[in-house]
């Protein structure tokens, strides 16, 4: 398709909004983005009224998608053509600020993407295209601009500082801030003029909330000068908005922020900045904000419309109670006691919306309730307070909360079932004085030495977990309790309470057996204190009960009816993968089962995709199946299982869940009987992988590149015997060529080289070589480096001779593609870079056995690089004496741990890429150049100072040729080695 025109978009734009043609017309489009207009057209069908509203919204939405994947590349390099550069730049600010607001956010963000990477230096038009468009009284039009103006702003948020930033914000500073000031006083005289016109009212209140969002990003890194300048104006403006009051801005629904409440909540997030940064210039008017801020928490309902203001305006107490000084106000135990009756218990206390989120909405419940969540809730917001107070005033305020927390115990004992949310008060109020520090994803790793949490768990909340008419949220607060304080319980009790959890869930309340879940999988992840890596519970702890388990967790996700609700409990999956971590190859007798669940949570779940976590454990449960598992069956028992579906998702190209497949093909490559030939649906596999448009998505490309690492462990003849040699080495070309994939060309140019026969490479070596140096002379990041001085001490360290390969191969590597080029290599940057390979013991090996193999084997560089010779004995000795080096070898048994250390240590949040997400428990083991060094035993060589040690041994005579060179220490080092 050379041409392109606006209807024949349309049409596919259409398509793409129904299930049954979505796919092809989002392949259509794909398809067609190349051509050059085609961004312009799409900008042209969110302009026009003549196309319906869905049509237009779906073009805005591709449309950002489209300058998020075809902007620029990460050199900043445009991919798309010249003149659609200059035309989007001209025409998407001018159209952003007519079009709806639902338009107005997907440009926004499209021009956020834009500025990031453009924004001063290439389009430096752009801030005064917006100024020239500011609206004054036209509330319409000043919306988009400020909308935009945030778009591009908010990026300086999170940034750390730097002199490119603050060029950047000054740029900003210098056009901006007057006018900036200009639409404020504008805005407010405004509001001021139609305090009784609801419309116009509420259009100048949306305008507020976004010039106090800029207000925000203006100041996010420092104050500027124009602010403090004209301080008293703009915060008189912030102060009389967070006292501000017209029932005309309320919503009428108890559940629906109105544009007050949002203006409010921003005015919050505002002065919690400043209260934190600027307290030195801001102190003087401080005082006022905490006043009014106090009287905002005790006057405003209890309605859930409020919950965010009133999160943000206990988060700004919560920042003004860390200063020392400030904090004194609050020292009192009549002002700490006002504080817990009229701030605390209104936002602390269990209210009927909470109930009715329970029973509607368990799965929201709970990832609002948990801790260490993203939410911002009233209970989460009191807590920190309280926290923040308590750490303060340890003593008055735990004896001030305990007599709260007496106080409701008291009521709930009188009448257990009339005043069980006097309990669930009085739970919170504990836990919240009684956690010392915050509690993160591990757990609270210190308690307040005033409250016995061990006593008041067996006193007040054991009794809940095993009556049968405790209340459903009561039965949460008790198992949330374990899971807030398990750190500070023995193992022996946990272990009691292990069969109590388990139990749970079998129960019929969602939120009771999710939570029970959630604990079994924390506690399962507590590692021992006196050893970083070994967990509290191993497999035979938790192998007799780990089938049940398993089935109980597997029967809940499978109640789901359809793709969305199986996938909806992230938390469940997470305790399968937990379980099977733990349990090890004690699972061995039931694997098949459990893979044949897992095979069909995948197939279902693969119809449509909603919930990226659970996807993520789902797989990681998998490949640990496969790992523990995998060995101990008959070859190809789970491939049975799990290819039909594996090749059906690569057919349907389920973008989301095909890097999974990737890596799980690769594992069960991986534990398959060595040896034995690639099966048949690899076979006609390896083509198509090799296929250009698969690693255009880079989402694939770490994913593929570990599933050539197999195929090429397998069997490397297969691409021989295909003729596709060239077609491997065109993907390391293709991966070299980009700073994001580099590294991932590198891992798989080690296997090409490990398991290639070497005459097939004979021919490109040249070329490899030259690709890497002019990679290096084009884009010489830290990363590059490493990878480089990686390869070459790989192949240096490699010791089996039937691979042809070794110092002198790595050597003449580089010096055929331009003589004398590994030289400068070597001092450059292979030897500077060594300090970066002290890391772990896998690095560590391939450092020491590749450098003392360059240094006492290779015959080239002894002579044609004898004055190099120094600088590396140098390093070698600095490397072997580091206090970080630890023994690889000590007894055989290393390796054997190291295959799990990936699963042992799995993240306890998982960090989801847009495109990729990495299964650490498929993670696969470096290439080990030299396998027999780390075997131990007898008679053999058992550490890295014996290796070198005997390998200046055989350099013999050959050494004293350099000693004059040598500094004493290094010397005496070196010979040292030999006695070992």
Same mark, same amino acid.
């Given at each position: ?650 057919? &349907?190209?389920?973008? +989301?869940? %095909?890097?999974? *497949? #990737? @890596?799980? $093909? ?8 060595? !040896? ?16 250009p448009t698969l690693w255009e998505t880079k989402g694939n490309a770490p994913a593929l590149t570990r599933l050539l690492q197999s195929i090429l462990a397998r069997d490397a003849l297969?691409?021989?015997? &295909?003729?596709?040699? +060239?077609? %491997?080495?065109? *993907? #390391? @070309?293709? $991966? ?8 991932? !060309? ?58 042809? $390969? ?175």
């Amino acid at each position: 398709m050379s041409l392109v025109d606006i209807q024949s978009i349309a049409s596919l734009l259409e398509a793409s909004l129904h299930p049954s043609t979505a796919k092809q017309a989002e392949q259509s489009l794909r398809s067609t983005e190349a051509i050059p207009g085609f961004s312009v057209l799409l900008l042209q069908i969110v302009a026009s009224d003549a196309f319906p509203q869905t049509i237009r919204l779906a073009s805005a939405l591709f449309f950002k998608n489209f300058i998020r994947r075809k902007w620029t590349n990460e050199d900043g390099n445009y991919l798309i053509s010249e003149s659609d550069v200059v035309s989007l730049k001209a025409d998407i600010v001018g159209l952003m600020i007519t079009v709806p607001p639902s338009l107005q956010v997907q440009l926004g963000e499209a021009i956020s993407i834009m500025a990031d990477s453009d924004f001063p230096d290439r389009w430096q038009r752009l801030l005064d295209d917006l100024i020239s468009r500011l609206g004054f009284h036209n509330p319409t039009v000043t919306n988009g601009v400020l909308q935009v103006a945030h778009s591009i702003f908010k990026r300086w948020r999170p940034l750390y500082r730097s002199d490119e930033l603050f060029v950047e914000i000054k740029f900003v500073l210098d056009k901006f801030c007057v006018p900036f000031l200009a639409v404020f006083r504008e805005t407010d005289a405004a509001i001021a003029a139609n305090a009784k016109n609801k419309d116009i009212l509420v259009a100048n209140f949306k305008n507020l909330q976004l010039i106090i969002k800029i207000y925000y990003d203006l100041n996010c890194q420092d104050i500027p000068e124009f602010f403090e300048d004209n301080m008293t104006e703009l915060m008189g403006w912030i102060l009389k908005y967070l006292q501000y009051t017209n029932p005309l801005l309320e919503t009428g629904f108890d559940d629906e922020a109105g544009p007050l409440e949002e203006v409010k909540t921003s005015i919050c997030e505002l002065i919690q900045l400043y209260s934190q940064r600027y307290e030195d210039v801001w102190g003087s008017l401080l005082p006022s904000f905490v006043e009014t801020t106090w009287n905002l928490l005790t006057t405003t309902g209890t309605e859930p419309k409020y919950d965010m203001l009133m999160s943000r305006a206990l988060a700004f107490l919560t920042t003004v109670a860390k200063s020392p000084d400030r904090a004194q106000v609050f020292s009192s135990r009549e002002i700490l006691q006002q504080i817990v009756e009229k701030i605390v218990l209104p936002n602390m206390s269990l209210r009927t919306s909470d109930e009715e989120l329970f029973e509607d909405d368990p799965i929201e419940y709970t990832r609002r309730d948990l801790d260490g969540s993203d939410s911002d809730t009233r209970r989460r917001a009191a807590t920190d307070f309280l926290r923040e107070l308590k750490e303060r005033f340890e003593g008055l305020v735990t004896e001030v909360v305990m007599s709260y927390v007496q106080h409701y115990l008291e009521q709930y004992a009188a009448d257990r079932n009339a005043n069980w949310s006097a309990k669930d008060t009085a739970v919170y109020l504990f836990s919240s004085v009684a956690v010392k520090g915050t509690v993160t994803a591990s757990g609270v790793s210190a308690t307040n030495l005033l409250l016995d949490v061990v006593g008041f768990f067996s006193q007040n909340i054991a009794p809940d977990l095993l009556r049968d008419d405790t209340h459903a949220i009561l039965r949460v607060d008790a198992i949330k309790f374990i899971h807030t304080f398990r750190n500070q319980l023995t193992k022996q009790q946990l272990t009691e309470a292990f069969p109590v959890l388990s139990g749970l869930l079998m129960a019929p309340e969602y939120v009771v057996y999710t939570y029970a879940a959630i604990t079994i999988e924390r506690i399962l992840s507590i590692r021992q204190a006196s050893q970083k890596n070994a967990l509290l519970f191993d497999k035979d702890d938790i192998a007799p009960v780990a089938e049940q388990l398993l089935g109980n967790l597997l029967r809940l996700i499978e109640k789901g009816t359809t793709p969305e609700k199986l996938a909806e409990n992230e938390f469940l999956m997470k305790c399968v993968m937990r379980v099977i971590i733990t349990a090890k190859e004690s699972i061995v007798p039931y694997a098949d089962t459990i893979i044949q669940h897992l095979a069909g949570i995948i197939s279902e779940t693969s119809k449509n995709p909603s919930n990226p976590k659970f996807t993520h454990y789902t797989f990681e449960s998998v490949g640990v199946v496969i790992r523990f598992a995998g060995p101990s069956k008959p070859p190809g028992t789970f491939d049975e299982t799990l290819m039909p579906g594996l090749l059906a998702i690569l057919g &349907q190209d389920v973008t +989301e869940f %095909v890097p999974y *497949v #990737f @890596q799980l $093909l690769s594992v069960l490559l991986d534990v398959a009987t060595p !040896g034995t030939p690639l099966p048949a649906a690899y076979l006609q596999l390896v083509r198509p992988l090799l296929a250009p448009t698969l690693w255009e998505t880079k989402g694939n490309a770490p994913a593929l590149t570990r599933l050539l690492q197999s195929i090429l462990a397998r069997d490397a003849l297969v691409f021989v015997n &295909q003729g596709l040699v +060239e077609a %491997v080495l065109g *993907v #390391f @070309q293709k $991966l070299l060529a980009s700073r994001v994939s580099d590294v991932h !060309g590198f891992a798989l140019l080690e296997c090409i080289f490990y398991y290639m026969p070497m005459q097939q490479l004979e021919t490109y070596k040249r070329q490899i070589a030259l690709l890497i140096l002019q990679r290096l002379q084009a884009s010489r990041t830290d990363k590059l480096i490493v990878n480089v001085t990686r390869l070459l001490y790989f192949l240096s360290a490699i010791t089996d001779t039937q691979k042809n $390969l070794g110092p002198d191969y790595a050597v003449n590597l580089l010096d055929q593609a331009q003589p004398g080029i590994f030289g400068e290599v070597f001092s450059t940057f292979m030897i500077p870079c060594s300090a970066k390979f002290h890391a772990n013991a896998a690095d560590r090996k391939l450092l020491v056995v590749g450098l003392a193999r360059i240094l006492f084997e290779s015959a080239k560089f002894g002579s044609q690089y004898s004055n190099r010779w120094c600088i590396g004995a140098t390093a070698l000795v600095t490397a072997l004496q580091s206090d970080s080096l630890v023994d690889v070898y000590s007894n055989g048994t290393t390796n054997a741990s190291a295959v799990f250390a990936e699963i042992m240590d799995l993240e306890d949040e998982v960090s989801f890429g847009a495109t990729f997400a990495r299964l650490s428990t498929v993670t696969a083991k470096p290439l080990d150049p030299a396998p027999e060094l780390a075997a131990g035993g007898s008679g053999e060589i058992t550490t890295l100072k014996q290796y070198v040690g005997a390998e200046v041994k055989r350099f013999g005579d050959s050494l004293s040729g350099f000693e004059a060179q040598l500094s004493d220490e290094v010397r005496s080092t070196l010979i040292g080695y030999t006695q070992l």
